[in-house]
């Protein structure tokens, strides 16, 4: 039986794990869930994750959630030792070094900022959030000060793992131009084959920030 997986259109963690999904040609049964409409909190999603979250995978009665969780699993159980995830633990930590500070600092800072505006709590981006945002993105941009991938010079999961995010950043009016590595690295992002349609959503989530917003940024 294909891997379910149950995700959502704008999600930039359904969207990495989506990425990966296309890069890999994997075999995927994919369902919509309207979390906005109790679909994650039903009594069988709950009994499939408790935490309520989408991207979430049933690979055959095993459940896994949290995309960063998600995107290893995939490698290491379809692909092993593929370039994206390589077994070698110095290569893997480097990997798994960028995926924590995604978890840990860079997704909840942006997420932070932008959930009030999709959720109609907010309706400009004041200048302490965009320094919020600016802070995060100059981190990373330091993180690519020696290489053009962000665990070395090979595309990873690290790279899928971010780019929705700041993919959706770009498209909500934030400037990268003052992060030239930034830049290029999201440039060389077109390498990816799920790249054009992870695109067109990034499109309509920075059209979906725009619209609720009552002064550009
Ligand atoms: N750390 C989680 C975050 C997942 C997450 O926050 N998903 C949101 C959508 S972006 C969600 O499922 N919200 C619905 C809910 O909490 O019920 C991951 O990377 O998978």
Request: proline residues 6%; contains cysteine.
């Amino acid at each position: 039986m294909p891997i379910t997986l149950y995700t959502s259109t704008m999600s930039p963690p359904a969207r990495a794990v989506q990425l990966l999904i296309k890069e890999l040609e994997l075999k995927v049964k994919v369902k919509l869930v309207d979390a906005r409409a109790g679909e994650t909190r039903t009594e069988e999603f709950l009994r499939m994750n408790p935490q309520h979250t989408i991207p979430t995978i049933d690979d055959n009665g095993f459940y896994l959630w949290e995309s960063r969780a998600i995107l290893a699993y995939l490698v290491e159980t379809y692909r092993q030792g593929h370039d994206l995830y390589p077994t070698i633990p110095k290569e893997r930590a480097l990997i798994n070094r960028v995926l924590h500070h995604d978890s840990s600092a860079f997704y909840p800072q942006i997420i932070g900022t932008l959930y009030p505006i999709f959720r109609g709590e907010a309706k400009v981006i004041t200048p302490e959030m965009k320094a919020t945002v600016e802070k995060a993105l100059a981190t990373l941009e330091l993180l690519l000060i020696r290489n053009d991938w962000f665990a070395g010079e090979k595309i990873t999961i690290a790279d899928m793992a971010l780019l929705p995010t700041i993919a959706t950043l770009a498209h909500s009016g934030f400037d990268l131009t003052k992060f030239p590595r930034l830049l290029a690295w999201y440039d060389n992002c077109k390498e990816l084959k799920g790249y054009p349609e992870e695109q067109a959503i990034a499109v309509q989530a920075g059209q979906f920030v725009r619209s609720m917003l009552t002064e550009g940024l």
